[in-house]
């Protein structure tokens, strides 16, 4: 069962922003309706400037992003305009990114990327 979020509050560390962007990190604090409290911060992880992802690895999370939205030959036809973006038109992307859903038409095949 899932219940919406009755409240989130998000605020500026000032101590987290200093080092953007060469810095990304991130720190969650959760307290419950019990008041009982979880955190945890990141400092580095995949796809920060300092832990950049690899191609193969952007390419599969934008498969996955988009899995919803778009079949397979189509988000092939994005990555591969998005890979020659220096060669190619924005128009020419920009046709293929508009043939996309815009809201989900169909479930995720993978839980995570």
């Known amino acids: 069962m899932r219940f919406p979020l009755a409240r989130v509050d998000v605020t500026p560390a000032a101590d987290l922003t200093a080092g ?3 810095r990304t990190a991130a ?5 419950t309706r019990e008041d009982r409290e979880f955190g945890c911060e990141r400092g580095e992880y995949e ?6 992802m690899s191609w193969a690895r952007v390419v599969g999370k934008s ?5 919803p939205c778009c079949g397979e030959a189509p988000r ?7 890979d020659h973006l220096d060669d190619i038109p924005v128009a020419g992307l ?3 990114l508009g043939e996309a859903s ?4 169909r479930p995720r095949g993978k839980r995570r990327f």
Do not use: M
């Open 20 to 22: 953007y962007p060469q």
């Open 27 to 31: 720190r969650v604090r959760v307290v």
């Open 47 to 52: 796809g920060s400037p300092n832990r950049p």
């Open 63 to 67: 498969h996955w992003l988009a899995e």
């Open 76 to 82: 092939a036809e994005i990555v591969d305009a998005v």
């Open 94 to 96: 920009t046709a293929l």
């Open 102 to 105: 815009p809201v989900p038409v």
